[in-house]
């Protein structure tokens, strides 16, 4: 059975940084496109970052978010620096069959994603 647990977030000023990490259980990571996605309240589930052959960046978060992946742990990390209020969202870590089946694209395709972690809450204040 696939699992995903996020852990990490938190609350921070704007400028600082926290560090996401999602355990994942029942599988390999490094098999799997791996992603970021997060939703902030009364928007849309949006992509942050994703992992398989490459890594995936979306442009908002650019230059600030860097996604990564432990295979020893089995764990995919989000690293968030310089970060700005509007960061403030639910984070969600998601899990895809098939690294090859990365790419920027599936930034904007939640529904893609067949396995969810219950998320985790960063509050970004000014």
């Known amino acids: 059975q696939v699992q995903l647990v996020e852990s990490g977030g938190g609350s921070v000023q704007a400028g600082g940084s926290l560090r996401l990490s999602c355990a994942a259980s029942?599988?390999?990571?490094?098999?799997?496109?791996m992603a970021w996605f997060r939703q902030a309240p009364g928007k849309e589930r949006a992509g942050v970052a994703a992992i398989g052959i490459s890594t995936y960046t979306a442009d908002s978060v650019k230059g600030r978010f860097t996604i990564s992946r432990d295979k020893a742990d089995n764990k995919v990390y989000l690293q968030m620096d310089s970060l700005k209020p509007e960061d403030t969202a639910n984070y969600y870590c998601a899990a895809r069959r098939g690294p090859w089946g990365c790419s920027a694209t599936m930034l904007g395709a939640a529904g893609q994603f067949e396995y969810w972690g219950q998320g985790i809450l960063v509050t970004v204040s000014s």
């Open positions: 029942g599988y390999t990571v490094s098999t799997f496109c």
